[in-house]
């Protein structure tokens, strides 16, 4: 595991609840994680989400992977957790307008390495590249452990360093994208089986680097205006995050960094 030094829930938060966050979706879509549907699809596949199953989205920021579930793979009812205030109130919106029945849903704001949510209460715990952003991993997991029902699965995907990643490039990739602490597909395994998970597997994705060339591609191409407004026609800070941007393709080209999934039974 890499480690920053410091807590950056507080920047984390600052980050969702303004440009920053404005400028990730710009990029990203609604759905803020690499692969977008494609990978949301493949995560529920290789969870074997089953049909009319009840699940948590533990920092589901606006909720976007709570309508995935509930729209294309008929889930009976999603709760989604985040400590956003701002991302909790969007994604009640969101829902809203886009036509999910209020009793198939519900958003509770707190850290999800906190208890938020009945224990024993849901078939599957879901989370798609956002447990990165949770300084207390061994919190998380037991959480998600607490939430399930005995027999449930957790089913998540997240960033992950590689055993190629050195310390220096952890230090600037973490200051930049506000990570506390970082994991390797091998810190994940052994988490899950100390907390007592079983039937632990992975995957490794091959969407990170065709992802983050279209990111790319978007900033300085197609949304550059756009971009550009949103950081106060700043030109410094627009180079400055293209740098950043052209530092996390070039982790993911070295196989530094990738993205997995993860399935694992309490």
Not at 1 to 17: A, P, R
Not at 140 to 168: C, I, Y
Request: aromatic residues 12%; glycine residues 8%; positive net charge.
């Amino acid at each position: 595991m890499f480690k920053l030094g410091k807590d950056c829930e507080k920047d984390v938060q600052t980050i969702y609840s303004g440009v920053e966050g404005q400028l990730w979706e710009l990029l990203m879509g609604e759905q803020i994680h690499i692969g977008g549907l494609v990978s949301s699809e493949a995560l529920a596949r290789f969870g074997r989400i089953a049909a009319g199953s009840r699940g948590v989205d533990f920092c589901c920021c606006s909720g976007a992977g709570m309508r995935f579930l509930l729209k294309r793979q008929a889930v009976a009812f999603m709760a989604g957790v985040d400590f956003t205030s701002e991302q909790v109130k969007l994604g009640a919106q969101r829902m809203k307008a886009q036509g999910v029945p209020t009793s198939a849903y519900r958003f509770y704001q707190g850290n999800a390495a906190e208890p938020c949510v009945k224990a024993e209460a849901f078939d599957f715990v879901w989370g798609e590249d956002a447990w990165c952003y949770v300084a207390d991993k061994s919190g998380l997991l037991a959480q998600a452990k607490r939430a399930l029902k005995p027999g449930g699965k957790v089913v998540f995907s997240d960033w992950v360093a590689t055993e190629a990643m050195s310390a220096t490039d952890a230090k600037r990739f973490l200051s930049f994208m506000k990570f506390s602490t970082f994991m390797t597909v091998r810190d994940y395994q052994k988490a899950l089986a100390k907390e007592g998970f079983n039937t632990i597997k992975t995957k490794v994705t091959s969407y990170f680097v065709p992802s983050v060339k279209l990111y790319a591609a978007m900033y300085t191409r197609q949304h550059a205006y756009d971009v550009l407004r949103l950081l106060g026609f700043n030109q410094d800070v627009y180079n400055a995050v293209l740098d950043e941007l052209t530092f996390i393709l070039q982790l993911a080209q070295e196989k530094k960094l990738v993205q997995a999934y993860f399935v694992a039974t309490k």
